[in-house]
């Protein structure tokens, strides 16, 4: 396998470890305050990614072949927001500030479920980085290895904070520390499946790549609207997860003009 294609696979989840890991530096309980800004970085990061790296060069390839330029882009972002509102129905999961689980109903124990909440987050930030993988590996004038390497660095970024809410909070409810770890970096796998499974399927990928990259920006727009921006603006120290959103938006754009 290509160097950098195993790079832009392992990085992501690199980052939900690194995060995970967390647990071990620390006693207590993560801050309302630190997880507000967490998830608000989490959100930003998401967002000019789903922007810079999906849905403008969605349009350029859309234009580059002679394809009404916005029209892949509005298709493949609701379809992208649908997809993932399927899957947040289906799947049962169950959220750091919630009590009641969603999806179907099942017997799960509620580390499980946690587990899942944030695994349903990791699906879409695969599919981006494997489709991006995707691209730079057909040789895409608008993807370049470069760019892909970029996106999977700014995921792991925001994948560090998601590795530590789902850790931390379990070792607050008695966990071990090393089956906390694990479980926070459990968490993560679904982002590199997913991506193998898109890089696999490159020769199909090829005709629709306008769509597919604009599908993983609604996937992404649905996590950050309907769960990262909710939790991170309930209760006290919503300004500082607006802040942490402003931050991440904002590194991530540098990240993807400066370096991508």
């Known amino acids: 396998m290509n160097t950098n294609i195993l790079w832009g696979l392992l990085i992501p989840f690199l980052g939900t470890t690194l995060g995970s890991a967390i647990v071990f530096l620390t006693k207590n309980n993560m801050k309302e305050s630190i997880q507000k800004l967490f998830l608000g970085f989490a959100a930003g990061v998401m967002i000019a990614a789903a922007i810079w790296s999906l849905m403008m060069p ?3 390839m859309a234009e580059e072949q002679n394809e009404i330029t916005w029209l892949p882009a509005a298709i ?4 992208g927001i649908f997809f993932l509102l399927i899957l947040d129905t289906l799947i049962p999961h169950l959220h750091l500030d919630k009590q009641e689980p969603e999806g179907i109903k099942a017997k799960f124990k509620k580390t499980t479920m946690l587990v899942l909440a944030v695994a349903l987050h ?6 981006t980085v494997g ?3 995707a691209g730079s590996l057909i040789g895409h004038a608008n993807i370049s290895t470069a760019s892909a390497l ?10 560090f904070p998601e590795g530590a809410i789902i ?7 008695g966990m071990k520390k090393s089956k906390a770890f694990w479980y926070g970096t459990l968490s993560g796998i679904v982002e590199p499946i997913a991506a193998i499974i898109t890089i696999l399927l490159t020769n199909l990928v090829i005709p629709i ?3 597919l990259l604009s599908f993983a920006a609604g996937a992404m727009m649905y996590v950050v609207v309907e769960e990262l921006i909710p939790e991170s603006q309930s209760g006290k120290h919503t300004n500082i997860g607006t802040i942490g959103l402003a931050i991440g938006f904002v590194l991530m754009m540098i990240l993807d003009i400066a370096l991508g």
Do not use: D, T, W
């Open 58 to 60: 969605s349009m350029e």
């Open 122 to 127: 990791n699906i879409p930030e695969g599919m």
């Open 150 to 159: 970029v996106l999977a660095i700014g995921i792991a970024i925001q994948n």
């Open 131 to 133: 489709v991006i993988l």
């Open 209 to 211: 790549l306008p769509y």
């Open 76 to 79: 493949g972002f609701l379809l």
């Open 167 to 173: 850790s931390m909070p379990l070792r607050a409810e």
